[in-house]
Nanobody, 117 residues
Framework: QVQLVESGGGLVQPGGSLRLSCAVSGVLFSTVAMGWYRQAPGKQRELVAA???????NYADSVKGRFTISRDNAKNTVYLQMNSLKPEDTAVYSCKTWIGILSTEYWGQGTQVTVSS
């Protein structure tokens, strides 16, 4: 059974930093791509960053230069380092993976990030 568990969210002031973690079980982690998504109130969920099994990354334009996605295959964990946070980064952040020929999606439960003074 595939499980994704996020942690690391919280309340931070503008300009601050947070690191989110997503621990994955039930799949050979090194063989799957991972993504971080976010959904703000009243808005559609959007892709924030993704990392392939080979370590290639891509980012939403709104977070380029501020956020970094990385993975530790030994720990079955993907990270999202978020720096220079802005109020508009406030959202529920969730990690996702895709498995199999049908690219079946698996999601974590999400973690709240609030950027406010």
């Amino acid at each position: 059974q595939v499980q994704l568990v996020e942690s690391g969210g919280g309340l931070v002031q503008p300009g601050g930093s947070l690191r989110l973690s997503c621990a994955v079980s039930g799949v050979l982690f090194s063989t799957v791509a991972m993504g971080w998504y976010r959904q703000a109130p009243g808005k559609q969920r959007e892709l924030v960053a993704a990392i392939t099994r080979g370590g290639s990354t891509n980012y939403a334009d709104s977070v380029k230069g501020r956020f970094t996605i990385s993975r530790d295959n030994a720990k079955n964990t993907v990270y999202l380092q978020m720096n220079s946070l802005k109020p508009e980064d406030t959202a529920v952040y969730s990690c996702k993976t895709w498995i199999g020929i049908l690219s079946t999606e698996y999601w974590g439960q999400g973690t709240q990030v609030t950027v406010s003074s």
